[in-house]
Every structure is written in structure tokens, then in C-alpha cells.
């Protein structure tokens, strides 16, 4: 776990660095909400996913985020929250099946965007990026992915993170 949270640590440094240069980088963190309280409709987080949503913005304490998206779920604000707070942000709303990844590209050109989501809609919005179907459904029980998503013009890079 160390070594992955040094790796983690490193890439973002290196992705920062690049990114200050160049105002036509535009840097997409998306990040699945951590442990929820089970057996709710609109669960909040469990202590131990508070504790754990606190450490992304620890993680990406090195970037000036220009703007956090959450769906309109306790779980995901929840997880939002403390990235929007060290960045003296408010979080922007969004619905999942509604967002238009080219529209979003467009108004967020040289910015770092962080997006909160699910299991099941932040890949999608990784693939709606990348314009192909590379990545599934995350599984319930993994709460730890970063896919890092870069975007220059037409150049889309992505990597995913696990830190589980």
C-alpha cells in the first residue's frame, strides 16, 4: 500500500508539473465514492469512507483543482466534499447519463476537474472520454481507483490507479 500511495504520489507530481506548463492540458480525475452504509436508498458514507475520502485530497493536495463533480448522492458529495474543501470549491452537481464529455472537454481546457461517481458510471465516463469501451464496472467491493484521465487537443491519455 505504501508503494502505491509513493507511485500515486509521483505520477500526480509529474502530471502537475506538465500540466502548469501547458494551458491546453487539461488533467480529469474520476474517483468512485468509498464504503457507503449498506441497505439505505441514499446511503451516506460508513466512518471508515469518510476517513478514506478525506485522503484524495491529500493525494491531490499538489494540483490547483479547478472545479469538483458529484452526482447528487450522500455517498459521492460525501467523498467530494473534502477535495472541495481544500480547494475552496463548491461542487458542481452533475447526472451521470447527462453529462456530455465533449462539452464538458471544451469548457474545462487547461484545468483540473476531479468527478465523483459510481461503480458503474465512472468507467463509462472514462470510456465516453477516451471515445472507445476500455474499462467494465468496477467491482462493489473495490473502493481505491483513480483512472487519470489527460487530455490535450486531440491526444487522450488515461491510467488507472488502485490503491487497494
Known amino acids: 500500500m505504501k508503494n502505491k500511495l509513493v507511485y500515486l504520489l509521483l505520477l500526480l507530481l509529474s502530471i502537475s508539473t506538465y500540466s502548469k506548463k501547458d494551458k491546453n492540458y487539461s488533467t480529469y480525475f474520476l474517483i468512485r465514492h468509498y464504503e457507503k452504509v449498506l441497505s439505505v436508498k441514499n446511503p451516506h458514507l460508513t ?5 478514506r475520502a478525506k485522503q484524495w485530497s491529500t493525494m491531490l ?24 474543501n481544500a480547494n475552496g470549491l463548491k461542487i ?3 447526472h451521470p447519463y447527462k ?3 465533449d462539452d464538458l472537454k471544451k469548457s474545462t481546457v ?16 472514462v ?3 477516451l471515445g472507445k469501451k476500455k474499462y467494465t464496472d468496477i467491482d462493489e467491493r473495490i473502493y481505491g481507483n483513480i483512472y ?17
Request: charge should be positive.
Open 110 to 125: 487547461g484545468k483540473n476537474v476531479v468527478i465523483i461517481g459510481h461503480s458503474n458510471t465512472i468507467p463509462s465516463l
Open 47 to 51: 466512518k471508515k469512507g469518510i476517513e
Open 99 to 101: 453529462l456530455k464529455v
Open 61 to 84: 493536495k499538489n494540483y490547483k483543482i479547478d472545479a469538483v463533480l458529484s452526482t447528487d448522492f450522500y455517498r459521492t458529495m460525501e467523498t467530494a466534499q473534502p477535495i472541495a
Open 127 to 129: 470510456n465516453s472520454f
Open 92 to 94: 458542481e452537481k452533475y
Open 148 to 164: 487519470i484521465v489527460t487530455v490535450k487537443g486531440s491526444d487522450i491519455r488515461d491510467t488507472l490507479l488502485t490503491l487497494e
